[in-house]
């Protein structure tokens, strides 16, 4: 039972059959909702995912020559847990994404060649519920994808694109944001939490360099948290919270 003055969050419509996720790291993804997206896949749903970057500047102890290539192998076999095949790089440089007409463009583009009807990104917003600073990258990729997903049914913005053989989709009906402190609907995330916890562990070098708990220990003790804060206002059932915005 929810608690008083707390608020329901509803189930996310499932009238879809296409998603693309759009993000701005390796593994931002599997700590936000890859739960989600292995209950989608399981039920024949088509995601595709889009990383601004490859990660190069997230580990301090590796060049980022060498850190890009490892965090981009990584990756791929993490989203491979959860049943996705289609992972793409749009080369942005890590740490300094610029949110501008350019971002636009290519996460527009992306929209047009994938076609989905919900679109998924990572919290846009300057903090993490106002405890946490957010990461500039998070911020310009999450604000530029809820523009794209107009920009990429609009054939006079970018119309260059067209040009490439990118015909306009207006098909986006859906933008759900991971991670938002003021969510609104919610995925249970009973039936693909384990593989969630799998597909992160993926990003083991990655996890190694940021804590010293052991592996598995820390990327349970985190997913299983989060879904579990988000059970209260989703019937008692663990979930994956997202912040729905209706076009």
Do not use: K
């Amino acid at each position: 039972m929810t608690a008083p003055g707390i608020t329901t969050l509803q189930p996310l419509p499932d009238d879809w059959q296409r998603a693309l996720a759009v993000v701005a790291h390796p593994d931002d993804l599997e700590y936000g909702c890859s739960a989600a997206v292995a209950a989608w896949t399981d039920a024949g749903r088509e995601v595709a995912y889009v990383l601004a970057t490859r990660g190069e500047a997230g580990i301090d102890t590796l060049a980022p020559a060498v850190c890009g290539p490892l965090r981009e192998r990584e990756q791929r076999a993490s989203a491979a847990v959860v049943g996705v095949s289609t992972v793409e790089f749009l080369d942005h440089r890590d740490g300094v994404i610029e949110y501008g007409p350019a971002l636009r463009r290519d996460i527009a583009a992306a929209i047009r060649r994938y076609r989905p009807e919900l679109v998924l990104t990572l919290n846009h917003r300057d903090t993490w519920g106002g405890v946490a600073w957010n990461s500039p990258d998070h911020v310009a990729v999450g604000r530029a994808t809820l523009d794209a997903a107009a920009d990429a049914g609009n054939r006079w913005i970018f119309p260059e694109l067209a040009e490439q053989g990118l015909e306009p989709w207006n098909g986006v009906r859906l933008v759900a944001v991971a991670g938002s402190s003021n969510p609104t609907h919610a995925v249970d995330a009973t039936p693909g939490l384990e593989r969630a916890v799998r597909s992160l562990l993926e990003h083991r070098t990655y996890i190694e360099a940021l804590t010293d708990q052991e592996p598995e220990s820390y990327v349970r003790d985190f997913l299983t948290a989060n879904t579990e804060a988000a059970a209260e206002r989703f019937g008692g059932r663990p979930a994956v919270a997202f912040e729905v915005f209706c076009r």
